[in-house]
């Protein structure tokens, strides 16, 4: 039986020209591979800022600043594969005396240049890395009047990630080298390091990092899953749980004997996880969902107009409102994209119903006599977007229904054959929101606030904003 390793340390290397960083707790030997990895959800924006003291010169003396650094990170990595961060960039205020102490004595109008020197702090647990950032301050011009804001932009040395699981990239202290410009013969300003005031996130975003993908057979994949949990199984020893949060869910559904479509109002997933086994790098996700009911119109029979609330609910929906969600994530050997595979039972049921405008009492318990099967499979991303549906060609089957009616009415008969039947379709989109803390909501990247813009979920929410 071969031997199991899992993964104990963190090891992180910066492929900046030659040579390998040191960790903070032991030198570490990871070199990434600059080979592309495999499609990934959309990069996201990342911004934070931290409040710093800088000890200028007397007689300036200390001073409070901000700096507001902002990033472009992958949602995911491999590990093996080199990671890059774009637009890179650092942004601060300098008040105006600290300005003009730069320029020569006396004068009031000039422009500043330099670097802003950090360390990207990288760390997962207890194990972590540095990587030097020095960002450019392009020339300057101070305004007539007023403070001075300098941008530092530059590109960070790629990163090799050789470990599993979220990876947490902070921002450090900087150090400031500004001269005026021209630059004095005799500079005497020297380098400021600021320091990180006390008690305050520092946090600039994180990257899950997946296992690298290991081409092989299908064959070879299924006889590698054989022995895996199944997909609702709680996380074994080998493995890795990540939650998942802000999860939206998206349900549309399609009856075929109606001719009818049915789109839910968006639910959540509760309690998510993403479960990565670190000794063959499958991963799968667990979870509890809700699907919000939906009103839906069609012709009964084809002529005659009927609405009704349709609700999808858990096998025990007497007890119940949570649908149980597990699912097994499989990757293309030759492409490493990444798909989605679970099956659901649920009840349909039926309420509120009315015919020509005329209330139906569909009684309280007007439910599908058995539950309904959905076998879903679609392209998924675990930390950023999922397309999965049903089989195009098999779609799904309706059951016959069973308690409906009141006051001595069996109204199963009428609801069976106007809408029991196959070839019906299911389609689900999830979309893993991006946590955005800015106040201003205009600011926070794609993805926080809700669907992509131009998704079908997107227009159908603008739809409903009021005028």
């Not at 707790?25 to 990934?40: K, R, W």
């Not at 961060?85 to 004068?107: C, E, I, M, N, Q």
């Not at 909501?441 to 929410?461: E, F, L, N, R, Y």
Request: hydrophobic share 40%; charged share 15%; glycine share 10%.
């Amino acid at each position: 039986m071969p031997r199991r390793v899992r993964p104990r340390t963190l090891t992180i290397s910066a492929l900046a020209g030659v040579g390998l960083l040191s960790a903070v707790n032991g030198a570490l030997t990871g070199v990434g591979s600059a080979a592309p990895a495999p499609a990934v959800p959309p990069d996201t924006k990342a911004v934070t800022s931290v409040s710093v003291t800088c000890p200028f010169a007397d007689p300036l003396g200390a001073r409070a600043l901000t700096a507001e650094t902002s990033a472009t990170l992958p949602a995911q990595a491999r590990t093996g594969a080199s990671l890059k961060l774009g637009g890179f960039s650092t942004k601060l205020t300098l008040p105006r005396d600290v300005a003009l102490s730069y320029l020569p004595a006396g004068t009031t109008a000039g422009s500043l240049a330099g670097e802003v020197r950090f360390d990207l702090a990288v760390h997962k647990d207890d194990r972590a890395d540095k990587v030097p950032v020095t960002l450019a301050v392009p020339a300057t011009p101070l305004p007539e009047t007023g403070d001075v804001t300098l941008t530092a932009t530059g590109t960070v040395p790629e990163i090799a990630l050789n470990t599993v699981g979220a990876v947490t990239f902070d921002v450090t202290a900087p150090s400031l080298a500004l001269a005026a410009v021209p630059p004095p013969a005799d500079p005497a300003a020297k380098p400021v390091a600021c320091a990180l005031d006390a008690g305050q996130p520092t946090t600039l975003g994180k990257v899950m990092v997946l296992p690298k993908v290991t081409p092989g057979t299908k064959a070879q994949q299924q006889a590698a899953a054989a022995d895996a949990p199944g997909p609702g199984d709680p996380p074994t020893e080998d493995e890795f749980a990540v939650p998942l949060s802000l999860v939206t869910i998206q349900t549309k559904s399609t009856v075929r004997k109606l001719g009818a479509t049915v789109i839910a109002d968006p639910a959540f997933l509760f309690n998510g996880l993403f479960i990565l086994n670190l000794v063959d790098g499958s991963s799968r996700v667990t979870g509890s969902t809700t699907f919000n009911p939906a009103t839906a119109t069609f012709l009964g029979f084809g002529f005659v107009p009927v609405t009704a609330t349709v609700e999808f609910l858990p096998v025990d929906w007497r007890n119940s409102k949570l649908i149980e969600f597990a699912g097994a994530i499989t990757t293309d050997p030759d492409t490493g994209a990444t798909y989605l595979n679970t099956t659901l039972q649920v009840m349909a049921k039926l309420s509120n119903a009315k015919v020509n405008g005329v209330p139906l009492d569909l009684g309280p318990g007007c439910v599908s006599g058995k539950p309904v099967t959905l076998t879903l499979n679609g392209p998924y991303e675990a930390f950023g977007v999922g397309h999965i549906r049903t089989d195009p060609e098999k779609g799904f089957d309706l059951p016959a229904f069973t308690g409906c009616g009141a006051a001595g009415q069996d109204l199963n008969p009428l609801l069976t054959g106007m809408s029991s039947g196959g070839g019906n379709q299911a389609f689900v989109d999830t979309y893993n929101l991006i946590v955005c803390t800015d106040p201003d909501q205009t600011q926070c990247p794609d993805g926080s606030t809700g669907p992509p813009t131009g998704s079908a979920a997107a227009k159908k929410a603008a739809a409903k904003k009021p005028n």
